[in-house]
């Protein structure tokens, strides 16, 4: 730890030192000497060095020399050795120099360097510097030991003296007259005086002292100077800094390295804050590579750097009493020096991270065993932020993976962060490019747990640092917004939009860095749009108009894109116009009682001029128009706009509204249509006459007429009313209501209850008679219908009185209605496109669902196109049936006509869902009516109590899901793909898309205890089913449609509950209120008090509950569903342990029950199958012993499968059958494979029991494995030998690197265990090799590409084995034979028919020992397979070779 120091050309006073103590008189403790004598010994040491050539002078003036200070060296020494007095001269001298030096000015002459001495202007012959008078003497030999005697009794007369004239420090000088000495005579007793010095000195000495020791001592002294500097160290932390200076100077053996560093790091917490660094420093850089992680990890947990730094309260509070009157400066001096010393201790930090691998990786380290989100300290991201910057030893991507990693569990937190900027802005500062990278990294994550925290990084970059480092963050931000990556680009546009919030005056200075994204829209989506636009517009119009210089340029872009005859460019021009309206007609608040809050006239004026333009842009063409309606609603409902704004907008949406739909209720309709006009759908009965009705069917008769015209006709008329406009007109208009009227919607009560101009239904019926446009026109009408009362619903779903819930009730009852009606009507529709329901997303442009054709869809929708229940939204129809029927009779080669049959009864709507109009989030608290059972079907329907029936609950359910799995579903990678032709994801969800997660996530929560009503209704529907069928599902008591309605009911239910518990946010350390509020729910359906109780007793509780549903369960996916839910909530916390059991007794129950549908047949097909595969791979990851129930399964199940009859299942498994068999055997193997990865590798200090436990493990591991490849001769179709060689070869590698080292250490103990096991192992592998050569019998590339791995995994088995002989010095015991190629049946495979030796050999081929004859048997045949893997395929004849020694 020496460090190289030059030997200083000059040692003058360097630091001043701080004490001002006055000086004080002294009295040399000397007796006088006789006058003679002394003038003898100062005649010698005077007349010694003028001949020497050094000149003494008096006064303040440094004595003279005039030869080089070598020269003038030998000189005295030569005078002295060769004096007729010698040895006696060199006392004589001293005592001279002793004389000369009592007076103090002459004292401190000698400790001044010598100035050269020119002789009549020749200044050569001497060098321009010289040593001090007696820093020369101390080089010569003889006379170093009496000087340094000399100067160390000197020195403590000045030792109180304050710094004399000129600022010298006369021991500091004495001491420096020490350093560096070519020779030092004795190196021991000097460190002895010394260190005597140091302990009687004050404290400016002794840290003089100390830090000199380094440059005065020998190596020999080190160890012995540095444990009395040790000592020192614990008695007094004033030397801390001095004492570590020199000890890291010193080279010290590596156990007193290791003892003082102990010593330090004991005092550590004691130190003060300005010393910190230097301890730090000295810390790691004593550090050895084989003690960084525990020294490091030690350090990190004792360095607090949370007490260096003063809180801000008290910042502000020391920065005000210090400067009265002045600003407040951000930083104190007291929190400037102790940032610096932060930032000192990082720079120790950094340089031993740069310098030393061990530290970097121990850092990392510390780090990562920190388990708690309270163990994490500000040190642990600063010191991230190091790695990342130095990059030292490739740190910077362990850095960037460890803080990932920390971010992703929870352990490093936004409070720890904000904590983190809030008090070390100026130390993080030097690391801003590292944040910046880190941020960039993080937000561009394609994990969505990390891409916040990524987003919070910026934000505070933003806030505390610099202008220069919030252009970065302003630029960085643009160019995540640029990148046209969904997840990225929504998080930057959040962040800008918060920036712009909160700190609107900065940003306005970069206005213009974002203005440039207006070039960069092509792909954004709609939501994005509205975004940005809000951002622009909040610059250029905010209250305080900071941004104003970008208003021109926004308005051009603005304009540009309304006039655009393309309809994505007019899309983005009326999203942008109405977010400018937005900031410029938002409600001012008063800032003074005097000033008027209303805006100006001109600002009206030009509010008002650019709503006409985008809605006179807007009325070329009907979406544009619906638009335009949309984006005003979503303003109004979002802005809190201008009065004025507002009432001009809401008259003439009142008033348009009534003129271009509504017209007076009369006794007949004029006009004819392709249909007969009818009054369809009146609530209000008894107010036939003098109401009003929807003028549909004509408005969409005349519509179509005019597009048909529109080619011919190019003048304009009039303004064209479009059917399509109706729903989002409506929705303008009621949200004008509810705001003009605080949420009354009595001036429009009228319209919820009020009848539509349709015509007769019963047309669906003679479907096949109409021509193509009248099916079409029909079609349609029903579209325009359902969405007229999918916004009538949105509005008025709040209502509380019962009359108006009544209403909302019966025109959920007709939605229902008329989706049956509908999927008949577009079975018998082909190529048919539905209006456009949703605006704002590219299906604008007419996009053909996703099947046109009802075959395809019949088909797609059985083959799982969702993972949700089967029934979905039909009420009065058995359409619901077949579907979920459908696949099984396809799986079942169904007839021809069965088929069409299915095809006329109708298709699903699944595929046309974004042609409806979105239901609000508001509509599901019509979930909380209770559910009409069939009992009160007929009787109660005018009761007082409003009622939900079956299909109701599906419909409403069903919306429920599809939101909440939007919502609260991560998605997993938000990488764009490389086609952009895909349909957006997000439309249909424009409304839910405003709201937050978390926002979701709690009206879920607030709608749990109505979803567990209906959960409990299910289940006792059901449980009454059973009980009236004596336990039969499919007796006759059963209705067919309503079991169907609700089992899908059922199942939607748990799934609602399982994804909302499945909420990535429950994770975050904030929402855990709001996890332990939703079990609260669950867990006080069982027992009251739910407050009270622990996560762990609340989860408990919740379990219990919800396991009681089992025993109704209408169907495998409905159970699965069960499971997976009971497996979600015990993984939140708590003992999910104490669950696992449970949860495998459930699913193992589910799998040995017969399911049967309500027609009483069998349940089976493509999603059966799959629901099957999830809750077998449920049951196995849950049991206890895996291998134990794969050989149940394996073993019992598909024995009795075998035995069985050919449509029978297994007995003790009713869900085995031939069909089923797959599916089973595909689980099974991969989880044997998966428990064999699981088993311990056997290590060196295991004692023979746990050797032993972990052989019987393997046993039976090879012998399921056994029994699962035998199957394959059974059941030899391409997808079962696929799977048998995929998992065969990972089971064989598994083994071969955690069984065999097992087999190596456990062969001499357990001879006939291993022996056994590779006897079983052995057949495995015979079968694996027929499988081979089967398989290239068939030339089936699915099967021929497993070949090659799988034969050297073979081969390697075989080496192996040998090496474990030749190990336990068995290897004669090893003998190689000839396998031969066979097929499944066990023929030989004739292109190889041997010419030379049979496959089996029974005898060996010399005797081994008697003990070891059977393993020998063992191996004979195993062996016998190493002929196949050496062997190349095409060979025709064996080729016998003997391996034996």
């Not at 082909?830 to 496109?833: A, C, F, I, K, N």
């Given at each position: 730890m020496?460090?190289?120091?030059r ?10 030192t701080?004490?001002?103590k006055t000086?004080k008189?002294?009295?040399t403790?000397r ?23 050094v000149t003494?002078?008096?006064?303040g ?6 030869v080089?200070q070598?020269?003038?060296q ?5 005078k002295?050795?060769?004096s007729?007095r ?10 001279g120099?002793e ?28 060098s ?12 010569i030999e ?9 100067l ?11 710094t004399?004239d ?6 500091r ?5 020490l ?7 004795d190196?021991k ?10 302990s009687?000195a ?11 020791l380094?440059?005065i ?8 100077t ?11 932390t ?16 590596s156990s ?8 330090v ?9 300005d ?5 730090v ?15 490091v990890?030690?350090l ?5 750097l ?9 910042q ?6 210090k ?6 400066s ?5 929190a ?24 970097s ?6 780090i ?20 990342h ?7 910077r ?14 352990l ?16 993080m500062?030097g ?12 937000l561009?994550?394609?994990d ?5 925290f ?11 640092f610099?202008?220069y480092?919030?252009?970065e ?7 995540h917004?640029?990148?046209g ?32 994204i207006l070039?960069h ?18 610059l ?10 970008i ?22 021009g009326?999203i ?7 900031s ?5 608040l008063?800032v003074k ?9 001109e600002?009206?004026r030009?509010?008002?001029a650019?709503?006409?333009l ?15 309606y ?7 409902l ?12 809401a ?10 739909f509504?017209?007076?209720l ?18 209000d ?11 549909l ?12 015209e529109?080619?011919?006709q190019?003048?304009?008329?009039h ?11 409506f ?6 209501e ?8 009595e ?5 919820l209850?009020?009848?539509l101009i ?8 003679k ?10 026109f ?26 108006m ?13 008329l989706q ?9 529709t082909?190529?048919?496109?539905p209006?456009?329901a ?10 053909i669902?996703?099947s ?20 979905r ?8 049936l077949?579907e ?7 799986m079942?080669e ?13 298709v699903s ?6 042609f409806?109009?979105?239901?609000d989030?508001?509509?599901?608290s ?14 109660e ?15 409403l359910?069903?919306d429920?899901?599809r939101?909440v799995?939007?919502s ?10 490389f ?11 424009s ?8 926002d ?12 567990c ?16 069928n004596?336990g ?15 089992s ?9 509950l399982?994804?909302?518990f ?13 996890l ?8 006080g359906?069982?027992?009251e ?5 622990t ?14 549903f089992r ?7 409905t159970?699965l ?17 104490a ?8 699913a193992?129950r589910?799998l040995s ?10 349940e ?5 199958n ?12 849950h ?5 134990k ?18 449509d ?15 599916v ?13 990865r699981k088993?311990p ?9 746990a ?9 039976l ?9 035998n199957?394959?001769?059974v059941f ?11 998992y065969?070869r990972?089971?064989?590698e ?15 103990r357990?001879?006939?265990d ?20 089967h ?9 021929t ?17 040998k090496?474990m ?31 030379g ?7 060996v081929?010399h ?23 050496n062997?190349?395929?095409?060979v ?8 034996s020694?």
């Open positions: 020496m460090r190289k120091k030997r200083p050309s000059v040692d003058k006073e360097d630091v001043a701080t004490s001002t000086k008189s002294r009295s403790g007796q006088p000497r006789e006058a003679a004598s002394e003038d003898t010994n100062q005649s010698v040491f005077c007349t010694f060095l003028r001949e020497a050539g003494l002078i008096q006064g003036t440094s004595n003279e020399i005039d080089d070598v020269v003038f030998k000189k005295i020494q030569q002295l050795q060769k007729p010698y040895p006696g001269i060199v006392q004589e001298f001293t005592t120099l004389s000369h030096i009592e007076d103090p000015e002459r004292f401190r002459n000698c400790l001044l360097p010598c100035v050269p001495k020119l002789q009549d202007g020749d200044p050569s012959g001497v321009s510097f010289q040593e001090s008078l007696l820093r020369m003497l101390l080089g003889m006379l170093q030991t009496f000087i340094v005697n000399i160390l009794e000197k020195l403590p007369e000045f030792m109180l003296d304050g004399g000129g600022g010298l420090s006369i021991p000088i004495i001491i420096n007259q350093k560096w000495l070519d020779r030092v005579m190196s007793e000097l460190a002895a005086k010394l260190m005597e010095l140091v009687v004050p404290v400016e000495v002794q840290r003089d002292i100390i830090t000199s380094p440059e001592l020998e190596d020999s002294q080190h160890n012995d540095a444990r009395e500097l040790n000592a020192l160290l614990q008695e007094n004033q030397l801390t800094v001095p004492i570590l200076d020199a000890l890291s100077s010193l080279n010290l053996s007193l390295l290791t003892e003082v560093r102990g010593a790091m004991a005092t550590l917490a004691a130190v003060q804050l010393d910190l660094p230097v301890v420093k000295f810390v790691l850089h004593s550090v050895s590579d084989s003690d960084a992680c525990e020294v990890s030690n990190r947990k004792k360095l607090e949370e007490q260096c730094i003063l809180p801000p309260v008290l502000t509070s020391q920065s005000r009493t400067s009265k009157g002045s600003r407040a951000a930083s104190t001096p007291a400037g020096s102790s940032q610096d010393s932060v930032a000192l201790i990082l720079d120790g930090i950094k340089s031993a991270v740069r310098f030393q691998k061990s530290i990786e121990a850092w990392l380290k510390a990562e065993s920190v388990d708690d989100v309270e163990d994490h300290k500000v040190i642990d991201l600063l010191v991230l932020f190091i790695l910057s130095t990059n030292a030893n490739q740190s991507r362990g850095a960037e993976r460890l803080l990932k990693v920390k971010v992703r569990t929870g490093i937190t936004e409070p720890l962060l904000q904590k983190t900027f809030r008090d070390y802005a100026q130390v500062r690391y801003f490019s590292s944040i910046l990278a880190l941020a960039q990294g993080l561009r994550s394609p969505p747990c990390v891409v916040p990524g987003g919070h990084m910026y934000r505070h970059s933003f806030t505390v610099d202008s480092s919030q252009q963050v302003v630029g960085s931000l643009v160019t917004v640029c990148s990556v969904g997840g990225e680009v929504d998080m930057a546009l959040e962040l800008l939009s918060v920036l712009v919030t909160e700190k609107p005056t900065e940003m306005a200075l970069y206005a213009v860095f974002v203005k440039g070039d829209m092509d792909n954004f989506t709609p939501q994005q749009i509205r975004r940005l636009f809000h951002i622009l517009s909040r250029a119009y905010g209250q305080l108009q900071q941004g104003s210089h208003q021109d340029d926004m308005h051009i872009v603005i304009r540009k894109q309304l006039s655009s005859t393309v309809p994505k460019y007019k899309r983005i009326i942008g116009a109405l977010m400018v309206v937005g410029m007609g938002a409600g001012r008063k009682e005097s000033q008027n809050a209303s805006m100006t006239q600002t009206f030009q509010v008002t650019l709503l006409e985008v809605k006179s842009s807007s009325e070329s063409t009907a979406e544009s128009a619906a638009l335009y949309d984006e005003l609603a979503n303003l109004i979002s802005t809190t706009l201008d009065p004025q704004v507002q009432d001009t907008i008259m003439s949406v009142l008033d348009d509204f009534q003129n271009d509504v017209v007076d009369g006794p007949d309709i004029p006009g004819s249509y392709l249909f007969p006009a009818r009054v369809m759908y009146n609530l009965e008894d107010e036939s006459q003098g109401g009003i009705v929807i003028n069917l004509p408005l969409l008769a005349k519509d179509l007429q005019n597009k048909g529109q080619q011919s190019t003048k304009k008329a303004r064209r009313v479009s059917p399509l406009c109706l729903s989002p007109f929705r303008l208009l009621r949200l004008c509810e705001k003009q009227h605080q949420g009354d919607l001036e429009i009560d009228a319209l209850g009020c009848p349709l015509t007769d239904m019963d047309v669906v019926e479907m096949e008679s109409l021509t193509k446009p009248e099916r079409e029909l079609c349609t009408l029903l579209f325009h219908t359902i969405n007229w009362f999918r916004e009538v619903i949105n509005a008025f779903c709040r209502l509380k009185e019962i009359e819930k009544m209403k909302v009730m019966a025109r959920l009852q007709n939605i229902t209605y049956t009606l509908l999927e008949r009507a577009l079975s018998g082909l190529g048919y496109v209006p456009v949703n605006f704002d997303g590219e299906s604008t442009d007419g996009i669902p996703i046109a054709a009802p075959a395809i869809k019949t088909k797609k929708e059985g083959t799982g196109k969702k993972r949700k229940a089967p029934g939204i039909s009420s009065e129809s058995s359409s619901q077949d979920t029927t459908d696949t099984d009779k396809t079942q169904q007839p021809e006509k069965e088929k069409e049959k299915e095809i006329q009864q109708g709507l699944g595929s046309y869902r974004h409806f109009r979105e239901l989030m508001e509509v599901l019509v979930l909380q009516c209770g559910l009409l059972s069939r009992s009160l079907l007929d009787s329907l005018h009761s007082e109590e409003v009622l939900l029936g079956p299909a109701e609950l599906v419909f359910l069903d429920m899901l939101k799995e939007f609260l579903t991560a998605a997993p990678a938000k990488r764009a793909p086609f952009k032709g895909r349909t957006d994801k997000s439309l249909g969800f409304h839910l898309q405003q709201q937050s997660s978390k979701i996530a709690s009206c879920c929560i607030q709608l749990l205890p109505t979803l009503s209906h959960l409990e209704n299910c289940h006792n529907h059901f449980q009454t089913i059973l009980s009236e004596n039969v599902v499919d007796g006759p008591a059963t209705d067919v449609q309503e079991h169907q309605l609700m899908s009911a059922y199942q939607l239910l748990l799934q609602v399982h994804t909302t499945n909420w990535s946010g429950f994770g975050q350390p904030g929402q855990r209120s709001l332990k509020k939703a079990l609260g729910v669950l867990a359906r069982l027992k008090g739910g407050a009270e109780l996560l762990e007793q609340l989860i408990k509780h919740s379990f219990e509950y919800l396991v009681n025993s109704t369960m209408p169907s495998l996916t159970a569903c069960l499971s997976q839910l009971l497996s979600t909530v015990s993984e939140k916390g708590g003992n999910p342990a669950n696992r059991e449970q949860t495998a007794s459930l193992k589910f029950q017969e399911w049967v549908t309500a027609s009483g047949e069998k089976r097909g493509i999603k059966f799959e629901a099957l595969h999830t809750l077998l791979r449920i049951y196995l990851e049991v206890d012993d895996v291998l129930a794969v050989e149940e399964i394996a073993g019992e199940g598909i024995t009795e499968l075998i035995n069985a009859a050919k029978e299942s297994s007995a003790t498994w009713p869900t085995l059958s031939r069909q089923t068999f797959l089973f055997y595909k689980v099974l193997m991969a989880e044997l494979e998966k428990a064999a088993i590798p056997c290590k060196i200090s295991d004692h023979t029991e050797q032993r436990e972990k052989l019987l493990t393997w046993n591991a090879v012998r399921d494995f056994h029994i699962l490849v199957l394959v001769k030899d179709s391409r997808p079962v030998i696929n799977v048998c060689l995929k065969g990972l089971f064989l598994s083994f071969l690197k955690l069984g065999m080292p097992l087999l190596d250490n456990s062969f001499k357990q001879k006939e291993v022996q056994s096991l590779l006897k079983t192992f052995q057949l495995s592998t015979r079968q694996l090799h027929h499988l081979c050569g398989s290239k019998i068939l030339q089936d590339t699915s099967l590409n497993h070949v090659p791995a799988l034969k050297k995994s073979l081969e390697l088995f075989v080496y192996r084995v090496a002989l030749t190990l336990n010095n068995c290897q004669e015991a090893f003998w190689i034979g000839n396998l031969k190629n066979r097929n499944l049946k066990g023929e030989e495979i004739l292109s190889q028919m041997s010419q030796s049979d496959e089996e050999e029974d005898e081929q005797s081994p020992p008697p003990q070891e004859q059977s393993e020998d048997e063992a191996q004979e045949t195993d062996s016998e397979e190493s002929r196949t893997v062997r190349r395929e095409d025709d004849q064996d080729d016998p070779t003997d391996d020694d």
